[in-house]
């Protein structure tokens, strides 16, 4: 298995752009969530997805729309990036995100470095 | 979700057990505690988690006091690759809304482990 991945690494875009951060899992994870990681702090939930079709948002959602299409794809977009987007971002996915236990252990991504010139 | 209290940094010498503690003076009945770790510029990864019983799998061990209100990682024998940013969370049984499946990443405690 692959597990989680993310592309690309590493990004550069100029204030308005949009763009699209990329993330798969190959484990048949139903939940599957979007972090950012700002300098020096713990990562930020924006948005997570229980399921194919089913997306919501978590506690820093603004400037980023997400959708769920199938299971292992859960791409995060950039509507008009600003330099307060500049953060990494981890995708992660688990069996399920409710309950507790090694069931919903979280998996995840390597990462996409972005910096909002 | 429960607040959790982690020392800034600690250090380790290489091959000795490395016990990192966490207070959660606050939990309550139904919130467990978790560990993840962060090795630098990669994504967390999952280490234990616990309610009230210790806890060991083959990364690590769990100890949580009688009282829950702090607990303890154990590495039993650390290694230079053990390096990272360790993550104490307290997650509660019904977090839904924005909180669903969120984990609550403090500061956590850099382990350095020397040679």
């Known amino acids: 298995n692959a597990g989680v991945t993310q592309t690309p690494k590493f990004q550069v875009l100029k204030t308005g752009q949009s763009m699209t951060l990329q993330c798969a899992q190959d484990m048949n994870h139903e939940y599957m969530s979007w972090y950012r990681q700002d300098p020096g702090m713990g990562l930020r939930l924006i948005h997570y997805?229980?399921?194919?079709?089913i997306t919501d948002q978590g506690e820093v959602p603004n400037g980023y729309n997400v959708s769920r299409s199938t299971t292992e794809d859960f791409p995060l977009r950039l509507l008009s990036a600003a330099p307060s987007q500049t953060s990494v971002y981890f995708c992660?996915?688990?069996?399920?995100?409710w309950g507790q236990g090694r069931y919903n252990e979280q998996f995840f991504g390597p990462g996409t470095r972005l910096t909002v010139l | 979700d429960a607040k959790t209290t982690q020392p800034t940094s600690m250090d380790c010498a290489e091959g000795r057990a490395a016990n990192l503690p966490c207070n959660h003076s606050t939990i309550s009945g139904n919130e467990y505690v978790y560990w993840y770790r962060q090795i630098h510029s990669q994504g967390p990864q999952y280490i234990i988690h616990g309610l009230k019983n210790n806890e060991t799998n083959e990364m690590a061990s769990l100890i949580i006091t009688e009282d829950r209100k702090s607990s303890t990682l154990i590495l039993p024998h650390a290694t230079l690759r053990d390096t990272a940013v360790y993550y104490c969370i307290v997650r509660g049984l019904n977090a839904g809304g924005t909180s669903y499946g969120k984990l609550t990443f403090g500061q956590g405690t850099i382990l350095t482990v020397h040679p």
């Open positions: 997805s229980v399921g194919a079709g």
């Open positions: 992660a996915s688990s069996y399920s995100g």
